[in-house]
């Protein structure tokens, strides 16, 4: 596609319940990232796809988040067991190759935990 | 581990005036240190861009300045206008092959 795709925009989920956010980069791009944006703060890694390599998951704060990318083209980012602190911005980002060619970033999820 | 300073944390300069943001990072190895603007909610977006092999680079209003040797780097944004006004985190490529970004600067440009 023209650009970095995400869904949803925005979702709101109850306390325990598990989340699938969804990213579909740009169509050539092999490496894909996720970052967590709380009110007011920077962007913290998550985790790193870089095309059949093993993810780099060095930022996941806990076990109850993962992702993965299927055919090397669209992530999903799971929280299970959602915690009102996992409430925040959920942007993906792509890159032609690593991370030196720059990142284009997906307009983001909104996730509020009630 | 791998960190990236950024200062200052917010910054108040009158329309016409220039504004400067500086970040440090710890990671030798770095060779790449974009620039993103964050509007409020919207996307970061590239805004400008060095690689290490060269030591300033410019875009119009907008130029970056680079030494390798004290590892730190600047945003310079000359002739301020309101609509410059967001938030402009800096980064650093890792040895890993991501991007770690300082923790942001608020520019308010007043008319």
């Known amino acids: 596609g023209a650009g970095v795709s995400q869904s949803p925009s925005n979702k709101v989920t109850e306390k325990g319940k598990d989340v699938e956010l969804r990213c579909d980069p740009i169509s050539g791009h092999t490496a894909l990232y996720w970052y967590r944006q709380s009110l007011g703060q920077g962007l913290e890694f998550l985790i790193y796809?870089?095309?059949?390599?093993?993810?780099?998951k060095s930022g996941l704060p806990s076990d109850r988040f993962s992702a993965e990318r299927t055919g090397g083209s669209v992530s999903t980012l799971t929280i299970q067991r959602t915690q009102q602190e996992d409430s925040a911005v959920y942007l993906c980002?792509?890159?032609?190759?690593?991370?030196?060619?720059?990142?284009?970033f997906g307009s983001g999820t909104r996730l509020t935990v009630v | 581990g791998e960190n990236v300073e950024q200062h200052p944390s917010t910054l108040s300069v009158q329309e016409g005036d220039s504004a400067v943001i500086k970040c440090t990072y710890s990671?030798?190895?770095?060779?790449?240190f974009p620039w993103y603007k964050q509007e409020l909610g919207k996307r970061p977006q590239l805004i400008i861009d060095i690689r290490s092999n060269v030591g300033e680079k410019k875009d119009q209003r907008i130029a970056v300045t680079l030494n390798k040797t004290a590892k730190h780097f600047s945003l310079h944004i000359t002739e301020t206008q309101p609509e410059d006004s967001a938030v402009y985190f800096c980064a650093a490529s890792s040895r890993g092959g991501k991007l770690i970004f300082g923790q942001g600067t608020e520019l308010s440009v007043k008319p």
């Open positions: 990671d030798s190895a770095s060779n790449y």
């Open positions: 796809f870089q095309g059949n390599s093993a993810p780099d």
């Open positions: 980002a792509s890159s032609l190759a690593r991370a030196n060619y720059g990142y284009t």
